[in-house]
């Protein structure tokens, strides 16, 4: 089974070999996305293999389809960049649901700190001698009150690390979860209430730009929104403007709306053409990390393994557990049994 991966940084390469040639897997590396100009790339392959910025639109998939291509293996938890409906009759899709909630709630709780701390000012301060301690003053996370969006895997390790720290955790969710360990609020209060704003749900239609100028203004002055989840959740130009009128305290930001041309890629010696993306990483109160937040090391391992036996499962048995089944209404969790596919 010949697989074409995309999008493909050495960390990927380095995780995936040790499965590359056994078990009759073959890999093929493209450091390209995926794209209506890249998809011819996957010409006599069994499957592909793509990330969070690849683009599985219609004209990809018919285009997949046509070729003799049967499954999509995204190596990721979140499938917002597949167009699944489409996806169904032609295509299996599948996904690494859990890889590593650690890595993503550390790396929220890690921007957070870092950025009420002012760590990232006196790091660039101290290299350059610069002992003194003007404008770094922050504010103690105990006592502090937490929103979090969404208590899925991620949003829970999240709360867990908030309450280690003494703080009084509320939460929203449209599924709420009886074991989420704090207190559900609706989405007005949570707003009102909150110090810190982390958001850990999916990219849907409801939740596109659940931070915007009518958000941000029911918000507490001083706020920090953090983001560790899908970049278009927030409009990054009322964030900015929230930001530029003192209303909005910080912002840790891993995702960008508009990630997908920048993040990943060097541009240090380039002019990046986004003014808004420029101007939010030109603020002293925002942190931008690369979608960097899933990077660690049993992260890595976890997403290869369960890649290449969601890969090995299907062909074995003709189901898998981690596929994306559009047509049973609840697309992680087929309704029917899952050994009864779909398709
Ligand atoms: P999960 O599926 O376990 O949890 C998502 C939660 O959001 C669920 O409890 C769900 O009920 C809730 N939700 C769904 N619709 C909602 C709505 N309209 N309003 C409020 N809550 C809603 O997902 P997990 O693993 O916790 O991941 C969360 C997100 O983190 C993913 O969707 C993905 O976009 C992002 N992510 C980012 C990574 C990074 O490297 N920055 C890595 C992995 C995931």
Same mark, same amino acid.
């Given at each position: 089974m010949k697989f074409a991966f995309f999008d493909v940084k050495p960390y990927d390469k380095a995780s995936f070999d040790k499965f590359n040639g056994k078990s009759g897997l073959e890999f093929k590396y493209f450091e390209s996305h995926l794209t209506e100009d890249t998809v011819d790339l996957a010409k006599d392959c069994t499957g592909v293999c793509v990330f969070v910025n690849d683009t599985v639109n219609?004209?990809?998939? =018919?285009?997949?389809?046509k070729m003799g291509v049967k499954m999509i293996a995204l190596r990721c938890a979140g499938y917002n960049n597949v167009d699944i409906k489409n996806c169904y009759g032609k295509l299996h899709v599948f996904h690494v649901p859990a890889y590593s909630p650690y890595a993503v709630a550390e790396h929220a709780m890690a921007m957070l700190l870092t950025s009420i701390r002012r760590i990232h000012k006196a790091y660039i301060r101290t290299r350059d001698f610069n002992f003194s301690l003007n404008n770094l003053t922050g504010f103690d996370l105990h006592g502090k009150t937490a929103g979090i969006i969404g208590t899925g895997k991620i949003g829970k390790v999240f709360i867990n690390i908030c309450k280690g720290f003494g703080m009084r955790v509320i939460a929203y969710d449209k599924f709420p979860s009886p074991d989420c360990g704090a207190e559900y609020v609706p989405l007005e209060k949570l707003f009102a209430e909150s110090d810190i704003i982390s958001l850990h749900c999916p990219l849907t239609e409801e939740t596109k730009h659940i931070i915007n100028s009518d958000s941000i203004s029911k918000m507490k002055k001083g706020v920090v929104i953090v983001n560790t989840s899908r970049g278009a959740l927030i409009n990054a130009e =009322?964030?900015?403007?929230?930001?530029?009128?003192?209303k909005i305290g910080a912002a840790c930001l891993d995702v960008y709306e508009e990630e997908a041309d920048v993040f990943f890629q060097d541009f240090s010696g380039h002019i990046v053409s986004d003014d808004v993306l420029a101007r939010l990483i030109s603020m002293p109160n925002v942190i931008v990390t690369s979608h960097q937040a899933f990077l660690t090391e049993e992260a890595l391992n976890n997403i290869a393994e369960t890649t290449v036996s969601n890969i090995l499962d299907f062909n074995k048995n003709g189901w898998c557990e981690n596929e994306l089944c559009y047509r049973c209404g609840s697309i992680e969790k087929c309704k029917k049994d899952r050994q009864q596919k779909c398709f």
């Open positions: 219609k004209t990809v998939i =018919d285009r997949l389809y =009322d964030l900015l403007q929230g930001i530029k009128e003192r």
